[in-house]
C-alpha cells in the first residue's frame, strides 16, 4: 500500500488529558511510558501525577495522538512523512513508537494546528473516549 493511501485510511485519537515528560529517578507503573536505558529514565505520564521529589527534568503541556493504524516493519516513511508535514508549520513533536503502534506528543498550544495538519493527509482525528 503506498503511504498516501495509508494515511487516507488511518485513524488517530488524540488524548483528552494533558502530559508531562520527565526525567525521573524512578519509573512510575501507572505512566502512559517509562523508557528505562542505561542513561535515564524517561517518562510519559498525566500532568500532576508525579512526585517533584523524583523529578530531574520535566517539560509540561504534551497531547498524545495515537495512530490506530495496524504498522508494520515494511511500512516505511510513515514517520518521515509526519515530521515533515508538521515541521513545515513549526510543530516540534516527541515520537513513541511501539512495536506495531506511533504516537506523537505536541504542545498543546499547537495541537489544533496539528490536528489540521493530519486530516489534510487524510487521516481521520478524533478525541478518545
Known sequence: MELEEYFKKGRVYVWK?????LKSKEVYPDAFL??????????????D???EDNIIGFEDG???FTFDMLQTFGLTGFLAKLAKILAEDR???FVVSAY???HILVKEEDMEK????????GCLVQLKE
Open 114 to 121: 496539528a490536528k489540521a495538519k493530519l486530516e489534510s493527509l
Open 49 to 51: 501525577k508525579y512526585l
Open 17 to 21: 488529558e494533558t502530559f508531562s515528560v
Open 62 to 64: 504534551w497531547r498524545i
Open 34 to 47: 517509562n523508557v528505562v536505558d542505561k542513561n535515564e529514565i524517561t517518562v510519559v505520564i498525566e500532568k
Open 91 to 93: 510543530i516540534s513533536i
Open 100 to 102: 506495531s503502534t506511533d
